[in-house]
């Protein structure tokens, strides 16, 4: 390929981001490569069949077009998979945090709040399956799309429309992101329209659900009606996969997956954090999950969580005609609540408590008042550990498998020893953990490298500034 034909591709990047708008151009075309041109054909790659096939069915024309206003002669383009997993879009989420966040007597109990609908033919259906239960306020309908969430949100539509003659495009998907980043609003809306097309079964359950549904069927030794069970979903969907523990239920769920989707079924799973990072489940497992769709689903940003507000808002009027939140209030709050979705709907609910218990209008001043516990600091960001070895092999100009690798030269051996010092401060990640990380290294490997480098720091400055450098580097 010419440097003229990475300049055209430059300029049709150019044109499709102006045509689409930054939002969508970033979600579709980010991860596009020009492979290479000649008088008809243009070829790009994409990291995944899913990619491939959103863009053919949605933006080929509009693709051609932008390349044959560069090169009159192209008439077609080719578009392959390059494979791998697929990175996660900028920004990234939020640490995932233990506790749940505060909440008060009002958070989402407030009488009639939102949309509560009896029991709908579709939930009961789905509970009688052994499904968890479906909150009739989760669906697509209700879900904000913006910036963080575009490619995961599509995904579920798009496994949500899939019939059963249809093939399977990524198997498993898997979603993840910090704590009230919209996982089990983006589940559920699957679990909802997927049912409701009425071709396919599809089921929703909590990890603990799951644990819970194989602990019976042990004990009534109904193990193997659970599995067939189970097996006979066309769509198993599991959210909190990270909550899934236990030797024979994690190899019971390690069964099901590979049954599943050997069997050309989709499966769809949530968590807080990505496959690798699952510590608990054994090696084969992660591999498998790492092997599909991987999104990450990244913090809110101000303006999707306006639109939340506004959507919330708008859900809570349904109930009471006279609640309403003037503009600047949700303003102020989605600048100022940024930690994540319960807390917008904890911030909802209480302008909406305060207003009917007590008649006064919502304001700036009642709302400064009412949500002020909401407004938290800051969290450090949460670091990946491929994070630290790309930034530490950047650094010192060595590659990412030189730090895996059992090479012990000098250039090697000390990056790769910052890198597991950095890991061991900057993560909540085992020493165990952090040595299978780096090349299935022992324990004390990574403990002797970690006394090293915390004995280095104290008398050599410039290796203190350094690392200080690669923390600042991994924490904004
Ligand atoms: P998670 O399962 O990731 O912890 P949830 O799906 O429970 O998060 O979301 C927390 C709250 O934020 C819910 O009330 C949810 O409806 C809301 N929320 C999160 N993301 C969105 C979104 N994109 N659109 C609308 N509501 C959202
Ligand atoms: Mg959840």
Redesign the pocket.
Known sequence: MTSMDQERWTRVKGRLRAELGEDVYTSWFARVDLEGLDEETVRMSVPTRFLKSWIQSHYAERVLACWQSEQTTIGRIELTVRSGILRPLPPKAKPPEAHEPLRNGYDGKVDGFGLRFGATPISTAHESLGGSPLDA??TFE?????RS?TLAHAAAKQVAATRRTDSVMFNPLYIH??????????LQSLAWAGNAAGERKVLYLTAEKFMYGFATAIKLQTALAFKDSLRGIDVLVI?DLQFLQGKSTQAEFCHTLNALIDAGRQVVI?ADRPPLDLESLDDRVRSRLAGGLVVEMGS?GEE?RLE?LK?RVVAARQHHAGFDVPAPVLAYIAKTVTH???D??GAVNRLLAHNKLTGYPVTLEMAEREVRDLIRPQEPKRVKIEDIQRVVARQYSVSRSDLLSSRRTANVVRPRQVAMYLAKTLTLRSLPEIGRRFGGRDHTTVLHAVRKIEGLVGSDTSLAQEIEGLKRQLQD
């Open positions: 306020r989760l209700t879900f904000v799309v913006g969430n992101a910090g704590v009230g980043l919209g996982k089990t609003h983006l959210d949530a809110l999707l939340i959507s994540n979705g319960r917008l709907e």
